[in-house]
């Protein structure tokens, strides 16, 4: 039997602070498309044969914070098997219809891009160009928000 969980005191009380930390980062993905987070650089010395993504520092500050807070759940992929999710279509309906409840599955979609994008470099740029961090960001501030006016 599980136990009740109270997800307003959740997210209140241990989510709020990195919420809000990650939450002044909505105006800057409000404003990316997703391919100008990155570029790729074949060094200076004329053609390389090996190129490598260069972030935008906006992007590498947001990751990096987000990777320091409670929100990153190393576990995500649990997650995404436990509510089904198998497409970019199933995770995009999950962000958006998702409520309280559902914060711990916000999470695990948020490490996912935040975390895979550590060894799997089109993850942030895919992040950011679907909206993804965005969305995931805003939702968990709307749930932070509601919580207050209770």
Known sequence: MEEAVNYTELITKVYADDIRRLSAYISYFEMKSGRDVAAAYDGSMGDAKMKFPVYDGTLIAFTNEASQTKL??????????????????QEKEAIENAEKKDVELLRAILSRYVLEGRYKGSR???GTERKVFLNVLKKLQGFLEDSRIR
């Not at 990153?72 to 279509?89: G, V």
């Open 72 to 89: 990153m759940d190393p576990n995500y992929i649990y997650q995404y098997r436990k509510s089904r999710i198998a497409t970019q279509e």
């Open 124 to 126: 942030w740029v895919e």
